[in-house]
């Protein structure tokens, strides 16, 4: 569903009822007169619909995280807050770039609409930049041959409702400006080379192995991988985003019905 198309066609109806009225009936009616019911919920309606549009379109939008491909970031149930500007002003439906503000970093987390099916959202965090070389061999990250720092940080469970038990390694990794933490899972390897699609663009700036994978990132693109390294559908699998695709920038948990706790948590 584009709730933003939604919220325009709502926008253009109310606002055009509201108008039109105020240019024909209107204009001679009594100022105490009772409004006709439609638009009486126009002229009501209207301004709500715009505040919630422009501030949807090009400020702060939220997203509800649906899969565990983040963990330990992020979490199911998790409400999340994401800033639509900072890589750019771009124009709500058409997703077009009209001012250039900032680009995506090492390690952001960002939403952005799926290659392979537009009107799906997902969320991972920004692993390779255009013209970067990624590898994830044996479970260790080399962006550009140098290996990511880590550092041990425990084992990790983790039972959500609808999930299976979730047991793992979990490491702190630091990516650009971004001290996180990561989670490899035992028994899971690195990449399940069958299940990689064969389409993708640039499909030939990667190679597979049992050991892993290298891919070459193309200009304008971005790869992605979720936090929980060896359970995430990402670009290792149906390969890079495009720029055209980015939404924003998750920075914030602003709900979880399940955990209070984590409500107000900034994402690293």
Known sequence: MNFALILFVAL?????????????????????????????????????ILLVFVLRSFLVEPFKIPSGSMLPTLKVGDFILVNKYAYGIRLPILNKKIIEIGQPSHGDVMVFRYPKDPSLDYIKRVIG???????????RLV??????????????????????????????????NHDHIAMTQYGIPPVIPYQVAGDF?????????????????????YFMMGDNRDASNDSRYWGFVPDANIVGRAFMIWWNFGEFSRIGHFIE
């Not at 930049?129 to 479970?139: A, F, N």
């Not at 990790?156 to 990516?175: A, D, M, P, R």
């Open 143 to 176: 962006i550009n041959g140098k290996p990511v720092e880590l550092a041990a940080a425990g084992e990790y469970s983790y039972v959500g409702n609808g999930l299976n038990y979730i047991t793992g390694q979990t490491w702190h990794e630091q990516l650009g």
């Open 129 to 139: 930049l255009p013209g970067d070389t990624v590898e994830y061999v044996d479970k």
């Open 12 to 48: 253009v109806i109310t606002g055009a009822i509201w108008l039109v009225d105020a240019l024909t009936a209107g204009r001679n009616r009594p100022h105490d007169a009772k409004l006709p019911i439609l638009v009486d919920y126009s002229k009501s309606f209207f301004p709500v």
């Open 201 to 221: 663009p640039y499909r030939d700036n990667c190679t597979y192995n049992d050991q892993g994978f290298k891919c070459k990132v193309p200009s304008g693109y």
